[in-house]
């Protein structure tokens, strides 16, 4: 699998927990790497979003991609798409652990895109801290 992580700017900072933000990134690119056959990929960025002065960060596979009935449900505790259970195992607790600490603890925002055999695309965004702010 091919693994490729982007950050186009450096010195995006967000004021979160460490800890907490890295399981999130971790647990997405572990799902992805889960869901993606041999010889596909795995992409990570990190990007600014000026508009909402957050910082996001999109872990994008070309894997087997979630079906549109289960896309509602998919960051709900316990769920696990169904047609998905053999090919890799887990709890369905994952996503619910990512949903929370990004929206509850960090006041941030998670979603996902996705398409059937075109892979998917999860993000999340948590507010920037900016010096220039602190100051005013």
């Known amino acids: ?22 399981t999130v990134v971790t647990n997405l690119v572990g799902n992805a790497l889960k869901y993606v056959p041999e010889g596909e990929r795995v992409t990570v960025e990190v990007a600014p979003e000026d508009l909402t002065r957050s910082v996001v960060v999109t872990v994008t596979d070309t894997g087997l991609g979630i079906p549109e009935e289960d896309l509602p449900r998919i960051f709900e505790k316990f769920y696990r798409v169904s047609r998905y259970e053999r090919k890799a195992q887990g709890t369905g607790l994952g996503l619910d652990l990512c949903r929370n600490i990004v929206e509850r603890v960090h006041q941030g925002r998670i979603g996902v895109d996705s398409r059937v055999g075109e892979g998917a695309r999860f993000w999340f965004g948590v507010p920037a801290s900016f010096a220039s702010s602190m100051a005013a």
């Open 1 to 22: 699998i091919d693994l490729r992580v982007l950050s186009g700017q450096g010195g995006l900072e967000v004021e979160g927990d460490r800890v907490m933000l890295a």
